[in-house]
């Protein structure tokens, strides 16, 4: 009897899963398991996270958890934005390297209150790697930040091709942007501090904050100043290579790293077919200003961190296999082939890759400090031309406003404020 049941429970299984469906019984005293780990009770939850939803697990004090934000190509695309890292640390420290194009939306995904995302390191000057410093610097103003952001990056070979004058100008171009939000809302938010610092700096220190040490050292990739990074604090260390051509200082300073993260560009035969790019470019790419798979390989096997990461190149279904066969060609270390929303846990005994689940209409969040109030001696934006083409809607907006004022205690000074 029992021998029959057996195989009538084998033949329905494979009968469920040749036509795609199959239902899973758990019996009062068994156990179900998953790839949460085991499930005793049917209204608890699984013991194990193989996935990481943000806000829901408390980070180590001695721990670090580094998000892709971005890991994609200068060309937009919905399901790959550019370059974008963030880094949390067991102190409470976030900070940013890189704000490529597209990324924020990924990290207001992550819901972490704008006061949080404030200190951006960038590698370089390219779109793709800062090209949504734009609408952190707003959204997280209109957001309830609630003082400046701040930057650190290279300087140039000339004055006009470094940081401080990219923001300065940013702001410029930005100008009725800044001028209407500060009458309307407040200034300060939408100040940003830049920190330029000498891109030829070798190993150079260029942040010492809350035991955090950040060095930067120099890069090779379409022009002078390019950096890479790296963050070290409580013993470990990680690497953000930003975009480079294999390098002398990338060998010599990224050793002892938990975590290395290096481009790996797309081979040149895939940027002539999918990418639009003539033969001789597509063969300069990948010798000249950026790094082959197969040179990356070469950089980790001589590197040797604990925990590989490749990034910048289209991961898709038909690329992604081209590019880790050229990696594994010079290299057989721990690797992760980086997405977009790919989460790794660095702890003293090992490091956990994992996906991030966050929702796609992610709302802000509220942080830990008051929204700032008006700035009332500003003045207002508006002309008297503009003013007077008012409609008065205050027969009908007056019921709703009576309320609102009553239940947040509002007076009529309080709606007062660059009208």
Not at 47 to 58: I, V
Request: hydrophobic fraction near 40%; glycine fraction near 10%; proline fraction near 5%.
């Amino acid at each position: 009897m029992i021998r029959r049941t057996t195989l009538s429970l084998l033949l329905l299984t494979a009968v469920a899963l040749v036509y795609g469906f199959i239902t899973v019984i758990i019996l009062p005293g068994q156990t179900a398991e998953a790839a949460g780990g085991k499930v005793t009770d049917p209204l608890g939850v699984a013991p194990q996270r193989y996935a990481y939803f943000p806000g829901t697990e408390e980070l180590g004090r001695d721990e670090i958890r580094l998000i892709a934000c971005g890991t994609g190509m200068p060309s937009a695309r919905r399901s790959q934005a550019a370059t974008c890292f963030l880094v949390e640390l067991g102190n409470g420290d976030k900070l940013l390297f890189d704000i490529g194009s597209g990324s924020h939306a990924n990290l207001q995904g992550l819901m972490i209150p704008a006061d949080f995302l404030t200190k951006i390191f960038l590698t370089h000057l390219h779109t793709d790697h800062w090209g949504d410093l734009t609408s952190l610097w707003a959204g997280g103003w209109t957001a309830g930040r609630t003082g400046p952001l701040q930057v650190w990056g290279p300087s140039g070979a000339r004055e006009d091709m470094g940081t401080a004058y990219a923001v300065k100008n940013m702001l410029k171009a930005y100008n009725w942007d800044y001028m209407t939000r500060a009458a309307i809302i407040n200034p300060a938010p939408g100040e940003i501090k830049v920190t330029e610092f000498d891109y030829k700096g070798v190993n150079e220190v260029i942040y010492q904050e809350n035991g955090v040490t950040i060095r930067s050292w120099p890069a090779i990739h379409a022009g002078d100043g390019p950096i890479s990074f790296s963050l070290e604090w409580n013993g470990y260390k990680v690497v953000i290579g930003g975009d480079t051509a294999p390098n002398k200082w990338f060998l010599e300073y990224a050793k002892d790293a938990d975590l290395a993260v290096h481009e790996a560009f797309m081979t040149s035969k895939t940027f002539v077919e999918k990418y639009g790019q003539p033969p001789q470019l597509a063969a300069r790419i990948n010798l000249t200003f950026h790094t082959s798979a197969q040179a990356f390989g070469k950089i980790m096997s001589t590197v040797r961190p604990r925990h590989a990461v490749a990034y910048h190149f289209f991961n898709d279904e038909d690329t992604r296999y081209q590019v880790y066969e050229g990696i594994r060609e010079t290299y057989d270390g721990p690797l992760s082939m980086a997405d977009d929303n790919m989460v790794w846990n660095i702890t003293r005994d090992k490091i956990t890759e994992r996906m991030v689940i966050s929702p796609d209409d992610a709302w802000d969040v509220p942080g830990p400090n008051r929204p700032l109030p008006p700035d009332r001696s500003r003045k207002s934006e508006y002309t008297k031309f503009t003013l007077e083409g008012r409609f008065d809607t205050s027969d009908v907006d007056g019921v709703w406003l009576k309320s609102f004022m009553e239940e947040y205690g509002l007076t009529e000074e309080d709606l007062k404020g660059g009208e």
